[in-house]
């Protein structure tokens, strides 16, 4: 891909350390965002999803040792800002929202107020300026009456409307990077349709490049552009959204395609979950992560961690078993 990327990522690293432990949670992974792009990161609960984008938030916990070639997001190296250059940059061009929306929220504070305060913080403009945009803000994510919304408490919304209030907060900055982790996993199959839509329409609406952080694969297939399948702090296999629904190469990701629910399954066909449990991370296996659990798994990948096999310009896996595959073969 030749288009410039705004976010680009390489060699990440990431290990916590406690209790005389080494968790090492994210190892070597590359990633680029592009401009306007919804770039979906997927893996079960522990893979480093989490980490890896608030490594590039800059919000992990002093126990954490981050270590990478380059983290630039739009032509600035994360790695040597400031405290206060980074809390500029965040909040404003780079943003996170979380799974709880109620944990970012001041139960005491009422909606408006919290507009407010994000508006005014990153922009020059009056209370009542950022008032209004605020209201323009909660209209626009779909919250009816916002002009009264914005007089209450957080704990008379639902969670689907606090989720959006999150989004209207997160993007009346106009960020360029909005990174949403697990947005829609506490809240039902319904409104998650309709706060991942809503993602969607704002990414167009404002040209805003957007990472989906989640765990489940069925969230991402109508929603990204490009998908990077991570587990035990690696990126698996990275590919566009067709490569990695219609040709998917390594078998975390056909395991995880295989788990997702489908009304086409007939009577008596189950989903099928992947048995095993990740690895540890205080001492990760040497060779594959996925070896433990993975039926095509040789003596070889119990030992050595394979390097990238490129299918595409835009299609990698990091598999032995990918070795003799083609690119766009299918599986
Ligand atoms: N503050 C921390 N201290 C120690 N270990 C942590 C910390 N935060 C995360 N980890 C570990 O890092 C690994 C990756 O976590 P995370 O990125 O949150 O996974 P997920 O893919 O579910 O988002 C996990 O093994 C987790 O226990
Ligand atoms: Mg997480």
């Known amino acids: 891909m030749s288009k410039n990327s705004i976010l680009e990522v390489k060699n990440l690293n990431v290990s916590f350390h406690s209790r005389g432990q080494q968790v090492k949670a994210v190892r070597g992974v590359d990633l680029q965002v592009y401009p306007g792009e919804i770039l979906g990161i997927v893996g079960e609960s522990g893979s480093g999803k989490s980490v890896t984008m608030k490594a590039v938030m800059g ?5 954490a040792k981050i270590q990478a070639d380059k983290m630039d997001f739009e032509g600035r190296e994360l790695l040597s800002l400031r405290p206060d250059e980074y809390r500029k940059i ?10 709880d929306p109620m944990t970012a929220l001041n139960p005491l504070k009422k909606i408006g107020k919290h507009l407010e305060e994000v508006i005014m913080r990153h922009s020059k403009c009056s209370k009542a300026e950022a008032w209004n945009k605020g209201v323009e803000m909660l209209r626009l994510v779909g919250i009816p009456m916002p002009e009264e919304r914005m007089k209450q408490y957080p704990h008379e919304f639902s969670g689907g409307m606090r989720q959006r209030v999150l989004i209207a907060m997160a993007l009346s900055c106009e960020p360029s990077l909005l990174i949403a982790d697990e947005p829609t996993t506490a809240l039902d199959v319904t409104i998650q349709a309709q706060i991942l839509d809503l993602l969607v329409e704002m990414k167009e ?3 805003t490049s957007i990472v989906l952080i989640t765990h489940d694969m069925g969230v991402v297939a109508n929603v990204c552009n490009r998908i990077a399948i991570m587990y035990g ?18 078998p975390y990701t056909k395991a995880l395609l295989r788990s997702i629910p489908r009304l086409d399954l007939e009577e008596g066909e189950r989903l099928q979950s992947i048995p095993g449990l990740p690895p540890s991370l205080v001492n990760p ?32 896996a990091m598999c032995f078993a990918c070795e003799g595959q083609e690119g766009g073969a299918g599986k």
């Open 59 to 63: 919000i992990l916990p002093e126990n």
């Open 285 to 316: 296996p040497a060779g594959c992560p996925f070896a433990q659990r993975c039926q095509q798994a040789t003596e070889l990948c119990h030992t050595l961690l394979p390097e990238y096999k490129q299918f595409s310009p835009s299609h990698k």
């Open 233 to 250: 702090g690696l990126i698996m296999e990275c590919g566009t959204t067709d490569e990695i629904f219609y040709s998917p190469k390594h």
């Open 90 to 99: 965040r909040g404003k061009e780079l943003t996170m929202i979380f799974q």
């Open 205 to 207: 609406k404002y040209n």
